[in-house]
């Protein structure tokens, strides 16, 4: 009798042990063989389309190699690449950074760099530094020209009281001198003094804060 496609795949499925989405080479080979065992002696496959099948698994069996051979390359590289990344992170320990956050650590004493980005000129310029509650605790007349621009803050608050260690935040607000709102990024600058891998990323501590890699803008020097 002829077979069918349906009895082919039956066939196929017989011999599977799991299973699958897609056919893969033996997937193929078992068709094959299945469909020579199951072919009608009275209609037997024709040789040219028996070659024909066989130059279908030869290519399937290349792509799949080729695609295995891809797939291994392609994990050495990013092995070798996150390598040489955690070697040339730790060359940061002892260097000044400016990085792309608001959040900073205070320890109690000494000062805290910050730092904001403008425009244009400004015709006013106000940094508000918040504690971990979000409450602010001081606020700053910041430098007006155009790019970036620093400040320190030793922990005092208002009467003489100094801030306690702990974490916190800072905002800028900066005006033109019609009043308008210019848009101002705001960067903490700090020493680099650790790097941790982690499975998500390299992170640098930073004054005792940890930031990921792509929030370091610039190295400063030092060390």
Avoid: C, H
């Avoid at 959040?103 to 310029?125: C, H, I, N, Q």
């Avoid at 208002?158 to 005006?175: H, L, Q, W």
């Amino acid at each position: 009798m002829t077979m069918t496609t349906s009895d082919v795949i039956s066939a196929v499925n017989t011999n599977a042990r799991t299973p699958k989405n897609t056919l893969g080479k033996q997937d193929f080979l078992n068709l094959l063989v299945s469909q020579m065992r199951n072919q009608d002696p009275l209609d037997p496959m024709k040789g040219t389309e028996f070659a024909a099948q066989l130059a279908q698994f030869s290519s399937l069996e290349q792509l799949t190699n080729l695609n295995e051979s891809m797939t291994a390359s392609l994990d050495a590289n990013a092995i070798l690449a996150q390598s040489i990344n955690n070697g040339l992170s730790a060359t940061f320990i002892g260097k000044e950074v400016r990085a792309n956050t608001v959040t900073f650590r205070y320890t109690g004493s000494g000062d805290v760099k910050l730092g904001y980005e403008l425009p244009m000129d400004a015709g006013s310029v106000k940094v508000r530094i918040y504690d971990a509650n979000g409450k602010l605790v001081k606020t700053i007349d910041g430098d007006t020209e155009k790019g970036i621009n620093t400040l320190t803050w030793d922990g005092g608050l208002v009467k003489d009281e100094m801030a306690p260690a702990g974490t916190y935040t800072f905002s800028v607000e900066a005006k033109d001198t019609a009043g308008n709102v210019l848009t101002a990024p705001q960067y903490v600058f700090g020493t680099v003094s650790g790097v941790r891998f982690k499975s998500d990323g390299t992170v640098f501590v930073v004054d005792g804060m940890e930031i990921s890699l792509g929030d370091i803008l610039e190295i400063m020097g030092g060390g």
